[in-house]
């Protein structure tokens, strides 16, 4: 059984950081590139960072660029996003997933930026 956990989010002031973390497990986490994915009020879910599955080539959402990083541990089964110089429109619940065929979603963490 898939079960993606996402961790970490909360009330932060603008300019702040958070480190979310994703503990996958019920698949070979290894083999999947993984994504952050968030999903603001009243907005579609979007795609926020990718990371390859060894980890040697990320991608971000243009808007997050130089703030936020990706990262993972195959041995953890996690991945990582560590998000710096927040601003109220990162505001949203925060999910991870397989950037491929995802699978079922899990709770989301919330991040709110605001002061």
């Known amino acids: 059984q898939v079960q993606l956990v996402e961790t970490g989010g909360g009330l932060v002031q603008p300019g702040g950081s958070l480190r979310l973390s994703c503990a996958a497990s019920g698949f070979t986490f290894m083999f999947f590139a993984m994504s952050w994915y968030r999903q603001a009020p009243g907005k579609e879910r979007e795609l926020v960072a990718t990371?390859?599955?060894?980890?040697?080539?990320?991608t971000y959402l243009d808007s997050v660029k130089g703030r936020f990083t990706i990262s993972r541990d195959n041995a953890k089964n996690t991945v990582y996003l560590q998000m710096n110089s927040l601003k109220p429109e990162d505001t949203a619940v925060y999910y991870c997933?397989?950037?491929?065929?995802?699978?079922?979603w899990g709770q989301g963490t919330q991040v709110t930026v605001s002061s």
């Open positions: 990371i390859t599955p060894t980890g040697d080539s990320t």
């Open positions: 997933n397989k950037r491929w065929s995802p699978t079922s």
